[in-house]
């Protein structure tokens, strides 16, 4: 889960509410191939993962379970930016 890129097409809906895709080998990838020039690029693209799940996942009772795990790295992707800056 947010490890890898999904197929958007097996989730109705997902662009729609979502706008835009991330996953967190995506981001490494982007990271590694210097697509970032400013850190604040990857902690969007982090939140992303994060805030995406929240969304799409709240009001679907087969995968709602996703939201807690969801809000959990959220919350700690958040603390550990705050570390940095």
Same mark, same amino acid.
């Given at each position: 889960m947010f490890l890898n890129?999904?197929?958007?097409?097996?989730?109705? $809906?997902?662009?729609?509410? +979502? $706008? *835009?895709v991330m996953d967190l080998s995506t981001l490494s990838h982007n990271l590694e191939n210097g697509r970032y020039s400013k850190r604040i690029e990857?902690?969007?693209? +982090?939140?992303?993962?994060? @805030?995406?799940?929240?969304?799409?996942h709240s009001d679907k009772d087969l995968t709602k379970w996703?939201?807690?795990?969801?809000?959990?790295m959220?919350?700690?992707?958040? *603390? @550990?930016?705050?570390?940095i800056e």
């Open positions: 890129p999904f197929d958007v097409s097996h989730t109705p $809906g997902y662009l729609d509410i +979502c $706008g *835009r990857v902690y969007d693209d +982090c939140n992303i993962i994060f @805030e995406n799940a929240i969304k799409y996703i939201v807690s795990p969801a809000k959990n959220l919350k700690v992707a958040k *603390r @550990e930016q705050q570390k």
